[in-house]
């Protein structure tokens, strides 16, 4: 990200939790509190980014992609709302609810998330499951976990979610608990490259480790993404980062892809979206704080081919 990234002032983005809510009932909530919401019939993207950069304080609209996220104006602060406290609403940058988005499990499936505190993607994947089937979800951070738990309570959502506090790669793929798992949310460790608030707290001692962080990096994240693909049952995967890096990113899904052997493919993500993987990942997404007011994100989907069965890929 160039240095212009860091002076990047983000909007506000508000989830709508559908367990606790509706998007009607949150909307007329704002109006009832002066807040005026911006027309936003089919715009192109341009169009639409236009709409979010203009927003002025107390003007609101509704996403261009996901129906239940609402767009306010850089530094609406509604940390202290009743909405948000109640965990109706959750305030989240619009690349954390990308992946479960993509991924759009149906109804009643079970689903993995591998590297899951602070439960952002669990939560919203328990969303759109309104709460049937089953998330497991993993971390081997035990502090983070127990502030997820909190989390999961405080949405409604913790009814389909089973956290395990367990390192992801000494999950048995094989295990009968499993066996139903079709979807995976692999969002792991990554260099944070691309988040806006962090840019200016990157130190020049990073610098000469960042070749070799980074190779370490995509070992661990390629390995994850791998296990995943590696549950008997899986069909579909989502892969994020919040990193610019393309060895975090097109590499460890080249990688990846290769070792599937055409087991499982890339899907084609938000085509109307501008931003591609680079080189020939454009089936990927690259969203970038310039172009689409939101922090560097990347995000790739695999989906199984109907060669598979259920062998190990
Ligand atoms: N998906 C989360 C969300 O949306 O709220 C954010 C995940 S964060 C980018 C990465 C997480 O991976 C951290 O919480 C870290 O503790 C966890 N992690 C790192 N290595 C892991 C491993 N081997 N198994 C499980 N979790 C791991």
Redesign the pocket.
Known sequence: LSKSSAQIRLPRYVRVNLLKTTVEDVLQMFVSEKYEEIENVNPTYTEYIELVRNLQPKQFLRDCHLPELLVFARGTDLHEHKLYKSGAIIL?DKQ?FL?AYILAPPAGSHVI??????????T?TAAILHNTGRVFA????GQ??AS?RKLTQCVGASGAIQLSH?????VDPTSPQYSRVTHA?V????S?SGIVSRLNELTSVEEPNSKQRLKHLAN?QAM?LKHALSFPSMQRVVY???SIHAEENEGVVKEVEEWCGGRYVLVEIMPTLPGRGEGSFTKCVRMSPERDLTNGFFVACFRRTSACGSKRP
């Open positions: 989240q954390a992946p998330d591998c590297c899951a505190a602070p439960g952002n993607k669990t919203h993993f971390d081997k951070d983070r976990l997820m367990m390192d992801f790669l000494k949310i969002d792991p460790s990554c944070g661990f994850i994020s980062t919040c």
